[in-house]
C-alpha cells in the first residue's frame, strides 16, 4: 500500500503554468498617443447576446500617406438610444507618427465622415473599386455601412447606392477577389438572426442569469456574398451557394486552402460546424468543411470558432488554420495536408494552455524578428467567473490575454506561453476581442491593437527585445494594376535556408476577429541582411520570382513585374 | 456517523482491493484542525430552487460530521455534478486533507482541476491516482485524455494502451469502444493513421454506430489518402463528442445535476424517449417553484402534446403567451400543433379519398366537416407562424413555419388554383427563410417536395441533392433523389443512387421495393432481379412480397430483351 506521505508527495504538482520568462515585449501606449476610444458594449442585466461578442479595429491607410491608422468600432447603445441620449459612433484616428519618433494619432473622424452609430461590431478595408484607395466596410448589429474613400481621407457613405446594407447582425467581413476579374468581392459573415424579441433567460454554470450560447436562440444566419462588377455590389449568395450552408457566424479567413489558384473561405462558426466554402474559381462555393475536416474539431464537436487565420505553420507552402476557442474548448490547430485538414492542436503546445480561456482576436507573426512565427491571443469569457476565480474583481468576464513564443524543433514549431501574460510589465486582463496586427511605426515590428468591452482600446507597442544586433525584417505589400491596387490573399515566400526551406506569409488583412490588419506580408530575418528568393503566389495561383531583397524595407511586388515560374 | 461509501464498493479488481485499504486507514484518520468550513455559494438567490436545497442538505450532514471525509467529497460531488468545478475541488481538497489516502477523491479533484482548465495541477492528480488504480480504465483513459492536450504525446499514448490492457484484467472483462477511439487519437497525432483506423474499427465493432469512432476513422483515412472512404466517415461522425469508460462516480454525478437547464433537459429527454410518466412527474417538481415561466410551460405543452392531450397543451401554450407574450417559440410551439392535427386530419382524408376510389361510399358531410377543420387548423397555424415572423423577422426558420403553413393548407385547397396560390406563398416564404438561413433539419427535404408539388423537377433535384448531402445514408433522401433524377429524365445517372439506397435499406421492405422498381425504371434487370431478391428475404412468409415479388417476375419475363442472335454485320446504329 502506498503511504500518505508518498502519495502526497506524487500529487504535488508544480504549482505554476510551465511559461517561459521572457522580457516585455509590449509597452500600452494607447493613451499616450493619444487614441483615446472606449469601448462601450452597453451590457446589462438581461445579458442581450450582441453585448458580449463586439468590438473590432482595422488598420488601413485611409489617406495614403503610408502609414496605417486605426479605425475602432464602437459599441453604444443597442437598440433605441434613450430621449436625450447621444449615440457613440465609431472614430478614425490618424497615424501622425514622425519617423523615429513616438506613436501619435489625431482624432480625424468628423472631417474624414466615418463616425457610424450603429451598435457596431467589426470592420472590413480594400480597394474594392481598385481607384487606389481603401474603402471601409462596417459591420453592424443592423445595417452594414460602407464608407467609399474619396481619394483625399475622406469617405462617402454608399451603403444604399451600393446595396450592401444587410440588417442582419454581421459580424466579420473580407474583401477579395473570388472570381479572378481583379476586383474585391465581399463576403459578410452573420451570426445570429438578433433582436431583442428573440432574447431569452438563461443560466451560467452556476444556476445565475448570464449569456445564453448562441444555439439557445435556434437562430443561426445565413451568411452574405456580394460580387463587384461593372454595375456595383449584386447579392450573389444563392447563385453562389453561399446560402447553403450555414451558423453563428464569427470569424472568418480567406486564402487558397487547396492550391488550386482561387481563395477559398473559411468561416469559424460559435457552437456550429465551421464552413470551408471551396471556390471553383467561378465563386461557385461548395462547403466541405467537414469533408475536409476541418468543419468540426478532432473529436468530431463543434467548437465556438472565434477568431480565425489561415497560416502555414509547418512550412510546407500550403495554409493552415488557427482559431479560437471557449473556455473548455482548446485553441484548435488544423494541419493542411493537400487541402485536407487535420486536428492537430496537441501537437502546438497551446492547446493545454487554451482551455482555460475564452480566445477572440489573434494573429501569428514574428514579434521578435528571430525567423519563427509567434502567437498573440486576445481573451475574454463570455459566461461570469465566480468571485473567487475571477482575474478582476471588477469585471467577471475579465482574462488576461496571451503571447507565446514561436520556436523551432527540428521540422516543427510550437509555441510556448510567456510571462507576464500578454508580454506587458501589467499583463493585460480585460474582455478583449477584436486584435489587429500591423507595423504601425513603419520600424518593422508587428504591434497589436486589441479592442476590450467596456474599456480603453490597448495600442501594444512591439519593444521585443532583438538578439543582439542579429534581428533583421522584411515587408512586401502585393499589388497589381495600373493604380497599384493592393492585392489580398498573395502568398509571399523567402528562402529559410541553403537546403531549400521556404517560409510562407499572406499579403491578406483578413483575419482574427471581427478585424482588418496590416494587408503586408512580413517577416523576421533573424539577422539576415537579405531576403532570399522571394517568390509569389498570386490568388490565382501563378508564381512569379522577385530574386533577393534587402532587408531592413517594405518592398511592393507588382502582379507581372516578376519572373513567371 | 461515517455514510457508508458506495464509490468505493463499486470500483473493481485490484484497484478495490487497493481501496478498500485505504478507506479502512481512512476511517482511524484523526481530523485534521485545518481543513476548515466546507466551501459555499455566498448569493444563491439567482440559483435553481432545487439545486440549493441539495446543497443545504449536504452542508448539514457536514455540519453534523465535520471530520467526516465523504461528507465533504459528496458535497463535492453534488457541485461537480452542477459544473460548479472550482467548488468542487476544493470539496476533494478538504477530504484529502482529511483523508490523505483517499485516492478516489484525488481522481475527481484531478477531473475538476482540468475542467477548470488547470491542465498541469489535474494531470498531477490523475498521475498520483493512475499511479494506484493501474488496473482501473477510466482512470488510465483520463489521464491518458490530459496527457494528450498537454502535448505529451507519447504518454498519452502509453495511458490509453493501459486503459485497454486493464479491460482484460478487471473481473468482468469489458471492452470499451471509447478507449480504442482515445488511443487512435493519440496515434493520429503521433501519425500513425494505420493503427488508428483499425482500432477505430474494432471500436465500432464493440459499438456500432459510435459516432466518435467513425469520425476518428474518417480522419485516419484522409491521412492515409482514402479521401472518399473518409468522407463518408467523417460524415457518420458529425457531431460526436469524446467519452470515457463508465466511472464509479458517473451515476451519482448525473443524479445530482439539478441546475434548471439541466433539469429541463432531462424531461426533454425522457420525453423524447416516451417516457411521459416520469417527465411529468420531474415536471411537477419544476412547476411547482417556476411554472409561471414561457420555457416551463412550453414543456409541459410539449409533455402533454406527447401524451396525446392536444387540449391541454392549447392551454398551457395560451397561458404561456399570457406570461411572455409574442414569444416566438411558443407561437411557433402553437403553429406545431395545429400543423400536427392538420396533418393527420390532412391524412384522413387522403384514405378515405382512396377507399373512395376503390369503391367504398363516404359520408360527404363528413368529409366536409374535416376540410373545414383542417383549414382552420391551418389559418391558426398560419396566425401564430406569421405572429412569430414578425416578433423575429431575422430568424429563418419562423418563416419556414410560415411556408409549412401555407404548404398544408394546399392540401385543404378547394381548387387547383388555390393550391397552386398556398404553393407559391409557400416557396416565397421558404424563400426568405433560406436566405436568412433556417435551422430545421428537414428544410432542404421541404423544399424538394415543394418544387415536386410545383412540377419544378430541377430545382426538386437540387434541394433534394443538397438534403442527401446531410444524410448520405437516409433511405428518404435516396429515394427523393432517384425520383428527382427520374422526374428529370437523368435516369443514366441512377443506378449509384439506387445501389447506396439497396445498401442503406438493407433488409427494409419499402427501400429495398423501391429499388425494384428504380432498376425497373431504368430497365436494369440484373438489378432489379438481385433487389428483389434481397426484398423477398426480408419479408419471408409475407403474402404482399410474395404477391409483389410474381408480379415483378412476370413483369421482368415479359420485358427482359431476348438475347439477340450473332449480328450479321457491324456494330448497331
Given at each position: 500500500m502506498i503511504t500518505s506521505l508518498s502519495l502526497l508527495a506524487l500529487i504535488t504538482p508544480a504549482a505554476a503554468q510551465d511559461a517561459t520568462p521572457a522580457p516585455v515585449w509590449f509597452r500600452e501606449v494607447g493613451a499616450a498617443a493619444g487614441v483615446d476610444f472606449v469601448h462601450m458594449a452597453d451590457r446589462t442585466d438581461r445579458h442581450r447576446f450582441p453585448e458580449i461578442m463586439g468590438g473590432g479595429v482595422a488598420m488601413l491607410d485611409h489617406d495614403g500617406d503610408?502609414?496605417?491608422?486605426?479605425?475602432?468600432?464602437?459599441?453604444?447603445?443597442?437598440?433605441?438610444?434613450?430621449?436625450?441620449?447621444?449615440?457613440?459612433?465609431?472614430?478614425?484616428?490618424?497615424?501622425?507618427?514622425?519617423?523615429?519618433?513616438?506613436?501619435?494619432?489625431?482624432?480625424?473622424?468628423?472631417?474624414?465622415?466615418?463616425?457610424?452609430?450603429?451598435?457596431?461590431?467589426?470592420?472590413?478595408?480594400?480597394?474594392?473599386?481598385?481607384?487606389?484607395?481603401?474603402?471601409?466596410?462596417?459591420?453592424?448589429?443592423?445595417?452594414?455601412?460602407?464608407?467609399?474613400?474619396?481619394?483625399?481621407?475622406?469617405?462617402?457613405?454608399k451603403t444604399a447606392k451600393l446595396k450592401v446594407g444587410d440588417p442582419r447582425w454581421a459580424t466579420s467581413a473580407a474583401m477579395f477577389d473570388a472570381n479572378g476579374d481583379g476586383k474585391l468581392d465581399l463576403y459578410v459573415v452573420n451570426n445570429l438572426g438578433w433582436s431583442d424579441s428573440i432574447e431569452i433567460e438563461c443560466f451560467n454554470y452556476y444556476g445565475e442569469p448570464d449569456y445564453c450560447s448562441p444555439n439557445n436562440y435556434n437562430a443561426p444566419s445565413a451568411d452574405v456574398f456580394y460580387t463587384f462588377g461593372r454595375l456595383g455590389f449584386t447579392d450573389a449568395t444563392l447563385r453562389t451557394g453561399i446560402d447553403a450552408a450555414f451558423g453563428n457566424g464569427l470569424g472568418l479567413a480567406v486564402g487558397d486552402s487547396d492550391l488550386d489558384g482561387d481563395l477559398d473561405v473559411y468561416v469559424a462558426n460559435d457552437a456550429t460546424t465551421n464552413l470551408l466554402w471551396v471556390n471553383d474559381g467561378r465563386a461557385i462555393f461548395e462547403d466541405r468543411g467537414i469533408r475536409a475536416g476541418c468543419g468540426l474539431n478532432g473529436n468530431g464537436t463543434p467548437e465556438a470558432g472565434m477568431g480565425v487565420q489561415f497560416v502555414d505553420l509547418d512550412e510546407d507552402g500550403d495554409l493552415d488554420l488557427y482559431m479560437t476557442h471557449l473556455r473548455r474548448e482548446t485553441n484548435t490547430f488544423y494541419r493542411n495536408r493537400n487541402g485536407k485538414f487535420s486536428d492537430m492542436s496537441n501537437t502546438t503546445g497551446t492547446a493545454g494552455v487554451s482551455i482555460k480561456f475564452t480566445g477572440f482576436g489573434m494573429g501569428f507573426q514574428d514579434f521578435d524578428l528571430d525567423g519563427t512565427l509567434d502567437l498573440y491571443v486576445a481573451n475574454g469569457a463570455v459566461q461570469a467567473w465566480k468571485e473567487s476565480e475571477r482575474f478582476d474583481p471588477?469585471?467577471?468576464?475579465?482574462?488576461?490575454?496571451?503571447?507565446?513564443?514561436?520556436?523551432?524543433?527540428?521540422?516543427?514549431?510550437?509555441?510556448?506561453?510567456?510571462q507576464p501574460a500578454g508580454a506587458t510589465p501589467d499583463p493585460i486582463i480585460g474582455v478583449s476581442r477584436g486584435a489587429a496586427f500591423g507595423d504601425l511605426e513603419g520600424d518593422g515590428d508587428v504591434d497589436i491593437v486589441v479592442v476590450d468591452l467596456d474599456a480603453r482600446v490597448k495600442v501594444l507597442e512591439n519593444i521585443a527585445p532583438r538578439e543582439g544586433a542579429a534581428a533583421s525584417w522584411v515587408g512586401f505589400q502585393a499589388t497589381s494594376g495600373k493604380k497599384g491596387a493592393i492585392v489580398h490573399g498573395a502568398t509571399v515566400s523567402i528562402a529559410r535556408d541553403e537546403e531549400g526551406k521556404r517560409q510562407y506569409r499572406q499579403a491578406n488583412p483578413a483575419y482574427s476577429y471581427l478585424s482588418s490588419n496590416d494587408p503586408r506580408a512580413h517577416f523576421g530575418l533573424g539577422g539576415a541582411a537579405v531576403a532570399r528568393d522571394v517568390q509569389v503566389r498570386w490568388p490565382d495561383g501563378s508564381v512569379e520570382l522577385f530574386g533577393d531583397r534587402p532587408a531592413g524595407e517594405y518592398h511592393v511586388l507588382q502582379q507581372g513585374a516578376g519572373q513567371k515560374q | 456517523m461515517m455514510r457508508p461509501n458506495p464509490i468505493a464498493r463499486s470500483l473493481q479488481g485490484a484497484a478495490l482491493v487497493a481501496l478498500a485499504g485505504l478507506s479502512g486507514a481512512a476511517q482511524a484518520q484523526e481530523p485534521s484542525a485545518t481543513v476548515g468550513d466546507p466551501p459555499t455559494?455566498?448569493?444563491?438567490?439567482?440559483?435553481?430552487?432545487?439545486?440549493?436545497?441539495?446543497?443545504?442538505?449536504?452542508?448539514?450532514?457536514?455540519?453534523?460530521?465535520?471530520?467526516?471525509?465523504?461528507?465533504?467529497?459528496?458535497?463535492?460531488?453534488?457541485?461537480?455534478?452542477?459544473?460548479?468545478?472550482?467548488?468542487?475541488?476544493?470539496?476533494?481538497?478538504?477530504?484529502?486533507?482529511?483523508?490523505?489516502?483517499?485516492?478516489?477523491?484525488?481522481?475527481?479533484?484531478?477531473?475538476?482541476?482540468?475542467?477548470?482548465?488547470?491542465?498541469?495541477?489535474?494531470?498531477?492528480?490523475?498521475?498520483?491516482?493512475?499511479?494506484?488504480?493501474?488496473?482501473?480504465?477510466?482512470?488510465?483513459?483520463?489521464?491518458?485524455?490530459?496527457?494528450?492536450?498537454?502535448?505529451?504525446?507519447?504518454?498519452?499514448?502509453?495511458?490509453?494502451?493501459?486503459?485497454?490492457?486493464?479491460?482484460?484484467?478487471?473481473?468482468?472483462?469489458v471492452r470499451y469502444a471509447a478507449s480504442r477511439v482515445g488511443l487512435a487519437q493519440s496515434l493520429l497525432d503521433l501519425e500513425q493513421p494505420e493503427e488508428a483506423a483499425a482500432l477505430c474499427r474494432e471500436a465500432l465493432e464493440l459499438a456500432p454506430g459510435?459516432?466518435?469512432?467513425?469520425?476518428?476513422?474518417?480522419?485516419?483515412?484522409?491521412?492515409?489518402?482514402?479521401?472518399?472512404?473518409?468522407?463518408?466517415?467523417?460524415?457518420?461522425?458529425?457531431?460526436?463528442?469524446p467519452e470515457f469508460p463508465p466511472g464509479p462516480h458517473t451515476a451519482r454525478l448525473r443524479a445530482y445535476g439539478r441546475g434548471f437547464g439541466r433539469r429541463m433537459m432531462v424531461i426533454e429527454n425522457l420525453v423524447q424517449a416516451g417516457e411521459l410518466e416520469e417527465a411529468n412527474r420531474r415536471l411537477a417538481e419544476i412547476m411547482e417553484s417556476r411554472g409561471d415561466e414561457y420555457l416551463v410551460l412550453n414543456l409541459a405543452a410539449r409533455v402533454a402534446q406527447r401524451s396525446g392531450d392536444g387540449t391541454r397543451a392549447r392551454e398551457l401554450l395560451a397561458q404561456s403567451l399570457e406570461a411572455s407574450p409574442n414569444e416566438p417559440s411558443t407561437l411557433i410551439q402553437s403553429c406545431l400543433l395545429d400543423l400536427q392535427e392538420a396533418g393527420q386530419i390532412a391524412g384522413q382524408l387522403t384514405n378515405m379519398q382512396q377507399m373512395a376510389a376503390q369503391g367504398a361510399t363516404l359520408d360527404p358531410a363528413v368529409m366536409t366537416q374535416l376540410q373545414d377543420r383542417g383549414k382552420a387548423l391551418c389559418t391558426t397555424a398560419l396566425e401564430s407562424a406569421t405572429a412569430a415572423a414578425t416578433a423575429a423577422p431575422t430568424v429563418g426558420s419562423n418563416h419556414y413555419w410560415v411556408g409549412v403553413s401555407h404548404q398544408t393548407a394546399a392540401s385543404f385547397a378547394a381548387d387547383q388554383n388555390a393550391m397552386g396560390q398556398s404553393l407559391q406563398t409557400a416557396l416565397a416564404s421558404f424563400q426568405m427563410a433560406q436566405r436568412l438561413g433556417c435551422t430545421e433539419p428537414g428544410f432542404n427535404m421541404q423544399l424538394a417536395n415543394l418544387y415536386a408539388q410545383m412540377g419544378r423537377p430541377r430545382e426538386m433535384l437540387r434541394y433534394a441533392l443538397r438534403h442527401l448531402d446531410a444524410v448520405p445514408r437516409d433511405t428518404t433522401a435516396l429515394s427523393t433523389v432517384i425520383q428527382a433524377l427520374i422526374s428529370n429524365q437523368r435516369t443514366a445517372e441512377i443506378k449509384p443512387y439506387i445501389e447506396r439506397l439497396r445498401a442503406a435499406g438493407a433488409g427494409q421492405l419499402p427501400a429495398l421495393q423501391f429499388c425494384v422498381q428504380a432498376y425497373l425504371t431504368i430497365a436494369d434487370f440484373d438489378g432489379a432481379e438481385a433487389a428483389l431478391a434481397e426484398f423477398e428475404a426480408a419479408g419471408p412468409g409475407n403474402p404482399q412480397v410474395a404477391q409483389f415479388v410474381t408480379a415483378v417476375q412476370a413483369h421482368i419475363a415479359r420485358e427482359r430483351p431476348k438475347a439477340p442472335a450473332p449480328a450479321a454485320g457491324g456494330d448497331r446504329p
Amino acid at each position: 500500500m502506498i503511504t500518505s506521505l508518498s502519495l502526497l508527495a506524487l500529487i504535488t504538482p508544480a504549482a505554476a503554468q510551465d511559461a517561459t520568462p521572457a522580457p516585455v515585449w509590449f509597452r500600452e501606449v494607447g493613451a499616450a498617443a493619444g487614441v483615446d476610444f472606449v469601448h462601450m458594449a452597453d451590457r446589462t442585466d438581461r445579458h442581450r447576446f450582441p453585448e458580449i461578442m463586439g468590438g473590432g479595429v482595422a488598420m488601413l491607410d485611409h489617406d495614403g500617406d503610408g502609414d496605417l491608422d486605426l479605425y475602432l468600432v464602437q459599441g453604444g447603445i443597442l437598440g433605441e438610444a434613450p430621449e436625450g441620449v447621444e449615440r457613440p459612433g465609431n472614430r478614425l484616428f490618424r497615424n501622425d507618427t514622425e519617423p523615429g519618433g513616438p506613436l501619435r494619432f489625431t482624432d480625424v473622424t468628423e472631417e474624414a465622415g466615418v463616425g457610424s452609430t450603429a451598435y457596431g461590431m467589426g470592420a472590413a478595408c480594400g480597394d474594392f473599386d481598385r481607384d487606389g484607395d481603401t474603402d471601409l466596410f462596417v459591420t453592424n448589429v443592423g445595417p452594414n455601412v460602407m464608407y467609399v474613400n474619396n481619394g483625399d481621407g475622406t469617405f462617402t457613405d454608399k451603403t444604399a447606392k451600393l446595396k450592401v446594407g444587410d440588417p442582419r447582425w454581421a459580424t466579420s467581413a473580407a474583401m477579395f477577389d473570388a472570381n479572378g476579374d481583379g476586383k474585391l468581392d465581399l463576403y459578410v459573415v452573420n451570426n445570429l438572426g438578433w433582436s431583442d424579441s428573440i432574447e431569452i433567460e438563461c443560466f451560467n454554470y452556476y444556476g445565475e442569469p448570464d449569456y445564453c450560447s448562441p444555439n439557445n436562440y435556434n437562430a443561426p444566419s445565413a451568411d452574405v456574398f456580394y460580387t463587384f462588377g461593372r454595375l456595383g455590389f449584386t447579392d450573389a449568395t444563392l447563385r453562389t451557394g453561399i446560402d447553403a450552408a450555414f451558423g453563428n457566424g464569427l470569424g472568418l479567413a480567406v486564402g487558397d486552402s487547396d492550391l488550386d489558384g482561387d481563395l477559398d473561405v473559411y468561416v469559424a462558426n460559435d457552437a456550429t460546424t465551421n464552413l470551408l466554402w471551396v471556390n471553383d474559381g467561378r465563386a461557385i462555393f461548395e462547403d466541405r468543411g467537414i469533408r475536409a475536416g476541418c468543419g468540426l474539431n478532432g473529436n468530431g464537436t463543434p467548437e465556438a470558432g472565434m477568431g480565425v487565420q489561415f497560416v502555414d505553420l509547418d512550412e510546407d507552402g500550403d495554409l493552415d488554420l488557427y482559431m479560437t476557442h471557449l473556455r473548455r474548448e482548446t485553441n484548435t490547430f488544423y494541419r493542411n495536408r493537400n487541402g485536407k485538414f487535420s486536428d492537430m492542436s496537441n501537437t502546438t503546445g497551446t492547446a493545454g494552455v487554451s482551455i482555460k480561456f475564452t480566445g477572440f482576436g489573434m494573429g501569428f507573426q514574428d514579434f521578435d524578428l528571430d525567423g519563427t512565427l509567434d502567437l498573440y491571443v486576445a481573451n475574454g469569457a463570455v459566461q461570469a467567473w465566480k468571485e473567487s476565480e475571477r482575474f478582476d474583481p471588477e469585471d467577471p468576464y475579465a482574462e488576461p490575454n496571451h503571447l507565446f513564443r514561436g520556436t523551432r524543433k527540428g521540422k516543427r514549431v510550437t509555441f510556448k506561453l510567456t510571462q507576464p501574460a500578454g508580454a506587458t510589465p501589467d499583463p493585460i486582463i480585460g474582455v478583449s476581442r477584436g486584435a489587429a496586427f500591423g507595423d504601425l511605426e513603419g520600424d518593422g515590428d508587428v504591434d497589436i491593437v486589441v479592442v476590450d468591452l467596456d474599456a480603453r482600446v490597448k495600442v501594444l507597442e512591439n519593444i521585443a527585445p532583438r538578439e543582439g544586433a542579429a534581428a533583421s525584417w522584411v515587408g512586401f505589400q502585393a499589388t497589381s494594376g495600373k493604380k497599384g491596387a493592393i492585392v489580398h490573399g498573395a502568398t509571399v515566400s523567402i528562402a529559410r535556408d541553403e537546403e531549400g526551406k521556404r517560409q510562407y506569409r499572406q499579403a491578406n488583412p483578413a483575419y482574427s476577429y471581427l478585424s482588418s490588419n496590416d494587408p503586408r506580408a512580413h517577416f523576421g530575418l533573424g539577422g539576415a541582411a537579405v531576403a532570399r528568393d522571394v517568390q509569389v503566389r498570386w490568388p490565382d495561383g501563378s508564381v512569379e520570382l522577385f530574386g533577393d531583397r534587402p532587408a531592413g524595407e517594405y518592398h511592393v511586388l507588382q502582379q507581372g513585374a516578376g519572373q513567371k515560374q | 456517523m461515517m455514510r457508508p461509501n458506495p464509490i468505493a464498493r463499486s470500483l473493481q479488481g485490484a484497484a478495490l482491493v487497493a481501496l478498500a485499504g485505504l478507506s479502512g486507514a481512512a476511517q482511524a484518520q484523526e481530523p485534521s484542525a485545518t481543513v476548515g468550513d466546507p466551501p459555499t455559494i455566498a448569493d444563491t438567490s439567482a440559483m435553481d430552487p432545487g439545486l440549493v436545497r441539495l446543497l443545504d442538505e449536504l452542508l448539514a450532514e457536514i455540519a453534523a460530521n465535520p471530520t467526516s471525509a465523504d461528507a465533504r467529497a459528496e458535497l463535492g460531488l453534488a457541485y461537480e455534478g452542477n459544473t460548479i468545478w472550482s467548488l468542487a475541488e476544493r470539496c476533494y481538497d478538504q477530504s484529502l486533507q482529511l483523508d490523505a489516502e483517499g485516492t478516489q477523491w484525488l481522481f475527481r479533484r484531478g477531473i475538476c482541476r482540468f475542467a477548470s482548465g488547470d491542465l498541469e495541477l489535474a494531470i498531477g492528480d490523475l498521475r498520483a491516482t493512475a499511479e494506484v488504480f493501474k488496473n482501473t480504465p477510466v482512470v488510465q483513459a483520463r489521464l491518458g485524455d490530459a496527457l494528450r492536450i498537454a502535448g505529451e504525446l507519447e504518454a498519452a499514448e502509453a495511458a490509453w494502451r493501459r486503459a485497454i490492457a486493464a479491460e482484460e484484467r478487471q473481473p468482468q472483462v469489458v471492452r470499451y469502444a471509447a478507449s480504442r477511439v482515445g488511443l487512435a487519437q493519440s496515434l493520429l497525432d503521433l501519425e500513425q493513421p494505420e493503427e488508428a483506423a483499425a482500432l477505430c474499427r474494432e471500436a465500432l465493432e464493440l459499438a456500432p454506430g459510435y459516432r466518435h469512432a467513425h469520425y476518428t476513422l474518417g480522419l485516419a483515412l484522409l491521412e492515409l489518402g482514402k479521401d472518399e472512404a473518409g468522407e463518408v466517415e467523417l460524415i457518420a461522425g458529425e457531431n460526436a463528442f469524446p467519452e470515457f469508460p463508465p466511472g464509479p462516480h458517473t451515476a451519482r454525478l448525473r443524479a445530482y445535476g439539478r441546475g434548471f437547464g439541466r433539469r429541463m433537459m432531462v424531461i426533454e429527454n425522457l420525453v423524447q424517449a416516451g417516457e411521459l410518466e416520469e417527465a411529468n412527474r420531474r415536471l411537477a417538481e419544476i412547476m411547482e417553484s417556476r411554472g409561471d415561466e414561457y420555457l416551463v410551460l412550453n414543456l409541459a405543452a410539449r409533455v402533454a402534446q406527447r401524451s396525446g392531450d392536444g387540449t391541454r397543451a392549447r392551454e398551457l401554450l395560451a397561458q404561456s403567451l399570457e406570461a411572455s407574450p409574442n414569444e416566438p417559440s411558443t407561437l411557433i410551439q402553437s403553429c406545431l400543433l395545429d400543423l400536427q392535427e392538420a396533418g393527420q386530419i390532412a391524412g384522413q382524408l387522403t384514405n378515405m379519398q382512396q377507399m373512395a376510389a376503390q369503391g367504398a361510399t363516404l359520408d360527404p358531410a363528413v368529409m366536409t366537416q374535416l376540410q373545414d377543420r383542417g383549414k382552420a387548423l391551418c389559418t391558426t397555424a398560419l396566425e401564430s407562424a406569421t405572429a412569430a415572423a414578425t416578433a423575429a423577422p431575422t430568424v429563418g426558420s419562423n418563416h419556414y413555419w410560415v411556408g409549412v403553413s401555407h404548404q398544408t393548407a394546399a392540401s385543404f385547397a378547394a381548387d387547383q388554383n388555390a393550391m397552386g396560390q398556398s404553393l407559391q406563398t409557400a416557396l416565397a416564404s421558404f424563400q426568405m427563410a433560406q436566405r436568412l438561413g433556417c435551422t430545421e433539419p428537414g428544410f432542404n427535404m421541404q423544399l424538394a417536395n415543394l418544387y415536386a408539388q410545383m412540377g419544378r423537377p430541377r430545382e426538386m433535384l437540387r434541394y433534394a441533392l443538397r438534403h442527401l448531402d446531410a444524410v448520405p445514408r437516409d433511405t428518404t433522401a435516396l429515394s427523393t433523389v432517384i425520383q428527382a433524377l427520374i422526374s428529370n429524365q437523368r435516369t443514366a445517372e441512377i443506378k449509384p443512387y439506387i445501389e447506396r439506397l439497396r445498401a442503406a435499406g438493407a433488409g427494409q421492405l419499402p427501400a429495398l421495393q423501391f429499388c425494384v422498381q428504380a432498376y425497373l425504371t431504368i430497365a436494369d434487370f440484373d438489378g432489379a432481379e438481385a433487389a428483389l431478391a434481397e426484398f423477398e428475404a426480408a419479408g419471408p412468409g409475407n403474402p404482399q412480397v410474395a404477391q409483389f415479388v410474381t408480379a415483378v417476375q412476370a413483369h421482368i419475363a415479359r420485358e427482359r430483351p431476348k438475347a439477340p442472335a450473332p449480328a450479321a454485320g457491324g456494330d448497331r446504329p
